[in-house]
């Protein structure tokens, strides 16, 4: 076997929520049996944007808050890898917010991770957006709910790794299956700045345990959603989903290749490039 | 070729109009190209879709020409602004044909030698915006007549410009024309007569630049393309997505620049070749991303199409002033490479070039376009395909993964470029980031292993410098004078120089086809003048600025800018220099 | 002072870490200070929150220094890596205060005449991360032995230094001290005792550049922040959060650079005083809306405290990297100004200068940071608060308003500084805008129009050069080798220019405070010296280029570069320099 | 009086759906009283962003999609002023979406104009989020119910002259109530690159027509204009508001005065500076 890198060391503090994210994110890897050279894990910039160098996969590090066009990107150029985005709160609630609506109505396969801790803990503690503070606490979730084109919404958290599990084999379940974009938000504490595992517990509601949940319903699911919050609780599971075709798969069904397969060779186009000749011919 | 045959036309359409002012040129055009003449085509229009003053222009010429006219001969004026704007350019034997619907003509400041030919069109019941291409089709019944173009001739381009529009609305415009040759001809007082020459020509395309450019880029094998619409450069996303698709290009206009250049960069890294195309304000938000490319070494071609700056500035106007953005622009120290192409036929081969070296050499590559090369047509020679050569680099495969060791992503080696094996290769994973990190792509701040690598990035500049465009250039390499100017200002330049050698000065010029990093050819070629003229659309000399920086010497060189929107003349520029030299 | 008493001591604490290990040098500084010594104190971090290898450095010096000293007198060393990597910087005479917790001393690469002391860290029952303070006491209890220090007077610092923690954590920390000072004196071998001065000084303050930007700000009328937090700009923010409120600051965390910026462009507009600070990646993404403030005419202050690039490159570490994207980034040429402080002190003078001649200049003004200026700790003197005074310049309130018969916005003027009235003055109404425009802030594309506007606002700066600050330059005027450096080079330039001229070499360094517009001082300095060395944190040379670019002449400059991460020291860039010119 | 700038006419094509908002815009003034000297008018580019050309007030022009923050600059530092920020679908929902969903949340008292015409006008017509094409259109409204923070959403449209003065009579009495941002999106055809008047008419469903809408409720709001979005209808009128307290108001409340009324003297302050020196004095 060739030598290449061997994942390093989580940089987390002992404690982080993002150790449970890795965890279960290598066993959904293990029990779906990803193949390391056709997974590639994207991350933003943040504590919870340096997990790509603890698995083994292409991994690569965006900008901070890019990490899903770039994501998309990948995905729309080589459909057949399993494309995971991950990233913080801040990374993909703040800088990154207008990319994530954009993702939902775009509904590219790309399974998208992110780890909320309501806080920015990398620069050492700042608010993010999902902050109980003065300003109202944003709900990922609900906004996934308003964009039409979404079609797989998901909470979890590294306090429940099994539920945690079984959401990642969902969302990349959801994206092989050519539905499109799979979001994945998992309450993951901050154990040195935010530490929420004691201000959290007791606080998610499964919805699977609801009696007549319907995860089809944009609606209900809304209501669901919003309600709870509005007891200070927090809705978990699989939350929303739709069989809906997602874009990279539509390339596919209208007899498109994907690009990263096309023989590029001048020579083979030629006849094609001297007709685009002639529309400017003078 | 007879005598009284022009060899140089040069006309204008000018008035309140959004796009249908560019018909009358376009069918003149059709016309001169059929008798073999070259073409230049431009406009001058307003940052909004209708109304606001507009002109186009139309050089047509026997040699080949990169830019307009100094003068008019021939302008079809539709209001009075469209005559103010045009007077000191009109040529002494011009012709004006005005358009009365809303008054008469206002003579001032027009020399008695020019011809009159007073329109009413309002006569013609064309005053009706909806029936604007009427307009047309009747002014190009008395141009045609000017140009003593039979009839026949005239129907003929006629329709073929109008081929996509229905038999009755061509019968329409028809009967338009007519009644402007049946005015003409019963004119009190006609105009002299101009006679075209009708020459063989080899078949050419008339060509943006932005269109040329795309048009390279998918020669080059490039087959995924995010933009964002920004004016002069949205005709790069108009055309992939037209052509593209035959060729399975995926084509996105993503909700920002941000996103579009992080796709083209996602896309990119699979291995696919990938471009973004933006102008000034849309390439300001790309920088971050453009360092990022530079550091995790990932192919990445982005055009800029620049527009008269700062800040949102004259959308619609030429200018050269993101030449520091694009050599200086984004955070730290990092390999790129910046080409500017000098006319449509460049902006083809450079797009090709820009396609292979960013997979060569692992790094942002920026095409530096202008509002003028983007958006004038001109007719060029056409793309030599047959040269079209894809280079690789150091891709590797999983074959040659499996004979290697070790794969090591951000290898140092010789010549700074590392393999690359792509996403979906067995056997490669590996990290790629912007985190400065050792060979294997895990993070690193260690003193010794940061060195290497901004070293083995910087070498991938150096060691390969051999395959980055050289210039164009001509004239006597002993002259003392030269020109220096690059992008749009190819063709004014060429023509300058043509002039002055005419008259006797020993000149030569350069047209830099690299603009970063600076080729010791272009400084050698500044250092080999006494005096250089080097001509910018700029305010601050970016490009003099550029080039001292880089070792030219100061005593030499002396700038001549212009930052009105508006293009340099090759009148205007021989005057320039012929009086800076007379004061020598 | 006694012979024997210390003038400069260089401590260095270093582990895997996480914050605890900065607190033996604080408390270290503490008791320095009491005695009289200046201060200088760093860190070198990685970019994660705990653990990695994590150093923290203090230099105590009776003369003020602006950087660290060459060699480390004491090491307190928690683990191999620390000793490894300060082995070669280890002054002959040195201590070396080794933790066996995790094994013995590997002595390789370490001279003879170091002093070693191995403690046993694990016998004190402190392995135990959460109790890293009693660590840190306990080793203040050798240290401040060795440093013959009595018991009262280390205890005093250290209850001063704990005083936020409640009285039995306070008393655990003394008794971990206790046993340090116990274990010390029951060494088989004592090392020589240092001893420490006790000299008077006037008051100073410790801080850092980050905090004395913001104070700056603040003090200059600054009501107005809007930012988002990034390593190593942050604890701007922090510290207008912290402060701020007293003064009504109003601080908006916003949700990314692009808002920040654009945040604080709407409060300068209503003629509040605005600032954002940031670094590289989120100033790179802030230049389109910094042309816009160059375009519009608003006043708007940004720090940029850089770090080491390219992209995300290296968080924590330091360098000089962006100086192109400072004064050459963003898209058309519009004026701006980039102001360079050496030292904390400077940050605060210069943050003022900023925040004025944004007012009177209408045009953003980038306030040039690094990270060793922004984040090391400095004794510097009180900063002179009397010398703080507001400059408005045009503004205009609703009386003058009335007096005038037109106000218009964008006035060419011969200074090229319009009248300004603030949304909310009766009268003033007008239209503010990034695009091209007349006089009266509607768009404007007309060539004539545009060419004065250009030159108007380019004018700002030139008819305003007198307003901007002057460089610091020591040493004879006539001498032939010059030292010229910005930012946090100053220290190091000054140690480095007091040890060459003690040695007879005639030397003369030059700190430009004003990095855009290139001041003529700065080219006549360089020009004036037969050989220049030009100091920077990046590999591009950029200083040197933009020194170039602006006339300088080639021959002289000779640039010395770091791009490690890693500041230069004295000893390193004396001893390069004098191998330079025993090569001349 | 001192002359100072007159709106120039606007450069929009005849028909073109902006005039109606301009229109509706001065109106709303005049009913209101508005002073043009204490009212700034922000623009994002596009032909929607040349409106402030062409009111009587403060203008300012702000970069495609930005023109939110900057509205938020200067509301927070002078409170006093009616700022109105106006745009495009594609300045607010693509470019600009980042900037929208967080001043949702921040509930900052600007009052925001979108003009809708599901195309880029000044670009020459490419698709804007809300172009009904093979991806999911984007309601903006939708998104704006699932922000926690938001207070006021209303749609209306330019062919709707009266109800869309009113509305935005009162999105500007929201903002000078002090609570908080107002949106208003405006149903506005682009007549020359995707003239909707035809596609649009007869698809909108006045709020109020609907018996027992409850436009306090966000989850009897989100269904509403849920389910008349799967019916291809649009919701229009005042849709969601809330009675909160704009983030302006808060600071007002809580005792402190408008930056911009601040004596900034340095010889006032003398004394709380050196208390700050104090603290880092050794
Ligand atoms: C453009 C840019 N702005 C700011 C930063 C600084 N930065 C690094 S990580 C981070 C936020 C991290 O928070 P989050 O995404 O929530 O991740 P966490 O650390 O909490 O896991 C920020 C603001 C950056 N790297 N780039
Ligand atoms: C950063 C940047 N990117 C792109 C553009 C080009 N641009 C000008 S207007 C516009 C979109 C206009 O669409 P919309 O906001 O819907 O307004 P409309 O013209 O339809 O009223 C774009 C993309 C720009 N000016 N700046
Ligand atoms: S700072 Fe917080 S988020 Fe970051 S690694 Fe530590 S616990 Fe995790
Ligand atoms: S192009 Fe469309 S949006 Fe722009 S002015 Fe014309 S009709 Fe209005
Ligand atoms: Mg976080
Ligand atoms: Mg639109």
Redesign the interface.
């Known amino acids: 076997?060739?030598?290449?890198?061997?994942p390093?060391d989580p940089?987390?503090?002992?404690g982080c929520g993002h150790y449970g994210v890795r965890n279960a994110l290598q066993a959904a890897f293990q029990q779906l049996d990803v193949?390391?050279?056709?997974?590639?894990v994207?991350a933003g910039?943040g504590?919870a944007g340096?997990l790509?160098?603890n698995v083994?996969?292409?991994?690569?590090?965006?900008?901070?808050?890019?990490v899903?066009?770039?994501?998309?990107?990948?995905?729309?150029?080589?459909p057949?890898?399993d494309v995971i985005a991950v990233g913080g709160d801040g990374d993909g609630y703040?800088?990154?917010?207008?990319?994530l609506?954009?993702s939902f109505?775009?509904?590219t396969g790309v399974v998208y991770i992110l780890m909320n801790n309501g806080i920015?803990?990398?620069?050492?503690g700042?608010?993010s957006?999902t902050a109980e503070t003065?300003?109202?606490?944003?709900?990922g979730v609900?906004?996934g709910?308003?964009?039409?084109?979404s079609s797989f919404i998901a909470r979890g958290s590294s306090a429940a790794p099994t539920q945690l599990q079984k959401l990642m084999v969902a969302a990349i379940e959801h994206s092989r299956a050519g539905r499109g974009f799979a979001f994945l938000e998992v309450l993951s504490p901050c154990v040195?700045y935010n530490d929420t595992y004691p201000k959290w517990a007791g606080r998610m509601v499964d919805v699977d345990t609801i009696t007549g949940y319907d995860p089809y319903s944009?609606?209900g699911a809304?209501?669901t959603v919003?309600?709870l919050?509005a007891e200070n609780r927090f809705a978990t599971g699989l939350i929303y989903q739709q069989d809906s075709i997602g874009?990279e798969r539509?390339?596919l069904d209208s007899g498109?290749?994907a690009?990263?397969d096309?023989d590029?060779?001048?020579a083979l186009?030629?006849s094609?490039?001297?007709e685009?000749?002639d529309d400017?011919?003078? | 070729m007879r005598a009284n045959q022009l060899t140089d036309l040069n006309v204008m359409v000018a008035g309140q109009g959004g796009d249908g002012s560019l018909t009358v040129t376009s069918i003149l055009?059709?016309l001169l190209?059929?008798r073999g003449y070259h073409?230049y085509m431009s406009r001058n229009v307003a940052s909004r879709i209708k109304g606001g003053h507009a002109a186009a222009m139309m050089r047509g010429s026997l040699e080949q020409r990169g830019c307009q006219g100094d003068n008019i001969d021939i302008l079809l004026a539709f209001d009075q602004e469209a005559v103010d704007m045009a007077a000191s350019r009109m040529a002494a034997n011009g012709v004006i044909i005005f358009d009365t619907s809303d008054g008469d003509l206002n003579r001032e400041g027009l020399a008695d030698s020019i011809d009159i030919i007073e329109v009413p069109f309002g006569r013609f019941a064309v005053r009706d915006l909806r029936r604007n291409l009427f307009k047309n089709s009747l002014s190009f019944g008395v141009l045609s007549s000017i140009l003593s173009i039979d009839e026949d001739e005239a129907i003929n381009c006629l329709r073929h410009s109008f081929q996509r529009l229905p038999e009755d609305a061509i019968v329409a415009n028809i009967n338009a024309f007519d009644s402007g040759r049946k005015f003409f001809s019963e004119l009190p007082q006609q105009p002299d007569l101009r006679m075209l020459a009708n020459v063989e020509r080899e078949?050419?395309?008339?060509?943006t630049g932005n269109?040329a450019v795309a048009?390279g880029f998918?020669?080059?094998?490039g087959?995924?393309f995010?933009g964002y619409p920004i004016t002069p450069a949205t005709e790069v996303l108009e055309w992939v997505q037209k052509?593209g698709s035959?060729?399975?290009?995926?084509v996105?206009q993503?909700?920002?620049e941000?996103?579009?250049v992080?796709?083209?960069?996602?896309?990119?890294?699979?291995?696919?070749?990938?471009m973004t195309a933006t102008s000034g304000p849309g390439f300001a938000l790309m920088q971050?991303?453009i360092s990022?490319a530079g550091s995790?070494e990932i192919p990445l071609v982005v055009v800029n199409c620049q527009r008269a700056g700062p800040s949102t500035g004259m959308p619609t106007k030429t200018e050269q002033s993101d030449i520091n953005m694009m050599v200086f622009g984004a955070n730290g120290d990092f390999p790129r490479i910046v080409l500017a192409p000098g006319g449509p036929h460049d902006c083809f081969d450079l797009a090709v070039q820009a396609t292979n070296l960013a997979q060569q050499l692992q790094c942002p590559v920026i095409l530096a376009l202008d509002q003028m090369i983007g958006q004038d047509s001109t007719?060029v020679e056409?793309?030599n395909?047959e040269a079209?050569?894809?280079q690789h680099g150091k891709r590797v495969d999983a074959a040659t993964?499996?004979e290697?060791?070790?794969?090591?992503?951000y290898e140092i080696t010789d010549d700074g470029v590392s393999p690359w094996a792509?996403?979906?290769?067995?056997?490669?994973?590996?990290?790629?980031?912007?985190?400065e990190r050792n060979e294997?792509?895990?993070?690193s701040s260690n003193p010794e292993n940061r060195r290497n690598m901004v070293d083995k990035r910087q070498r991938k500049l150096d060691s390969n410098l051999h395959l980055l465009p050289r210039g164009n250039s001509q004239g006597d390499a002993d002259a003392e004078i030269g020109l220096l100017g690059i992008g749009m200002q190819l063709g004014v330049i060429e023509e300058v120089w043509q002039r002055l050698s005419a008259q006797g000065v020993r000149i030569k010029f350069l047209q830099p086809r690299t603009l970063w990093p600076v080729l010791d050819e272009t400084i050698e070629f500044t250092n080999s003048c006494k005096r250089v003229y080097v001509i910018e659309h700029n305010q601050a000399a970016q490009l003099a600025h550029l080039l001292l920086g880089e070792g030219a010497n100061k005593a030499g060189i002396k700038s001549i800018l212009k930052y009105d929107g508006q293009p340099f003349g090759a009148g205007e520029l021989c005057a320039k220099i012929q009086q800076e030299e007379a004061g020598q």
Chains 1, 4 share one sequence.
């Open positions: 076997m060739t030598k290449t890198f061997q390093g940089i987390w503090c002992a193949e390391s050279h056709q997974t590639m994207l910039i504590c340096t790509q160098n083994n996969a292409y991994g690569f590090h965006a900008m901070h808050g890019r899903l066009p770039a994501a998309t990107g990948v995905k729309l150029a080589n057949s890898l703040a800088i990154g917010c207008g990319h609506v954009h109505k775009r509904n920015y803990g990398l620069t050492k700042q608010n957006p003065a300003e109202q606490a944003f709900d609900q906004l709910l308003s964009i039409a084109g040195t944009r609606t809304f209501t919003h309600d919050n874009s539509q390339w498109q290749a690009v990263c096309l590029i060779d001048p186009q030629m094609d490039f001297r685009i000749m400017y011919g003078v | 055009g059709e190209a059929r073409l078949k050419h395309l008339l060509i269109e048009f998918l020669a080059a094998g087959r995924f995010a052509y035959r060729f399975n290009v995926q996105t993503a909700e920002d941000l996103a579009a992080n796709m083209a960069l996602g896309a990119a890294m699979t291995g696919v070749r990938a971050e991303t990022h995790a007719t056409p793309f395909l079209v050569v894809l993964l499996q290697m060791t070790e794969y090591r992503r792509v996403p979906g290769t067995p056997g490669g994973e590996s990290l790629v980031t912007g985190n294997w792509g895990l993070v």
